[in-house]
T-cell receptor, first 116, second 111 residues
């Protein structure tokens, strides 16, 4: 079945640094990818919608200059957390929508970010 | 505005017993509804989905869900749980592929 690879699975970074998370669709083309954030013991919150070749659409309250999203190809979207702060520590999950009509979303396995 | 409510934060069930997880939604049109399962530190796995048609939907791992428009509900059921069913379960509603998730229900299975 369709596979979405998210890398890294875990990352620890220091405050003030930036960290990039990759989301790849391995065996299908994804015109749209979504980025979610999940706080401990909480549900998933949609951060932004990433469309190949265009600017990402951010949900209300999400800082676009802090969470940079790039969708440079039909198989790769990246989320860069800039000037990381301990408050950014969270579980980040991407999902990918195949180009085929009415295909279901496929989720990556998530990235655990810890900012020290 | 769309929303999804999962009234039960935590459910404990004995292995072999039946399980039902509640999900209520609020949406102005015909909803696309999903149930996902998440193991600790992992991503989401789709259990089943409802788009239209038969209101009783069969999914993977022996799960099923019933869409009831009159009650705005999409409850998940399993006749006999296994220890491996212990996980977090999320109900979700789709609006143009953007998913709104419920708060989740943690399922604990006791021997």
């Amino acid at each position: 079945g369709a596979v979405v690879s998210q890398h890294p699975s875990r990352v620890i970074c220091k405050s003030g640094t930036s960290v990039k998370i990759e989301c790849r669709s391995l065996d299908f083309q994804a015109t749209t990818m979504f980025w979610y954030r999940q706080f401990p013991k909480k549900s998933l919150m949609l951060m932004a919608t990433s469309n190949e070749g265009s600017k990402a659409t951010y949900e209300q309250g999400v800082e676009k200059d802090k969470f940079l999203i790039n969708h440079a190809s039909l198989t790769l979207s990246t989320l860069t957390v800039t000037s990381a702060h301990p408050e950014d520590s969270s579980f980040y999950i991407c999902s990918a929508k195949p180009a085929a009509y009415n295909s279901p979303l496929h989720f990556g396995n998530g990235t655990r970010l810890t900012v020290t | 505005a769309q929303s999804v409510t999962q009234p039960d934060i935590h459910i404990t069930v004995s292995e072999g017993a039946s399980l039902e997880l509640r999900c209520n939604y609020s949406y102005g049109a015909t909803p696309y509804l999903f149930w996902y399962v998440q193991s600790p530190g992992q991503g989401l796995q789709l259990l089943l989905k409802y788009f239209s048609g038969d209101t009783l939907v069969q999914g993977i791992k022996g799960f099923e869900a019933e869409f009831k428009r009159s009650q705005s509900s999409f409850n998940l059921r399993k006749p006999s749980v296994h220890w491996s069913d212990a996980a977090e379960y999320f109900c979700a509603l789709s609006n143009d592929y953007k998913l709104s998730f419920g708060a989740g229900t943690t399922v604990t299975v006791r021997a």
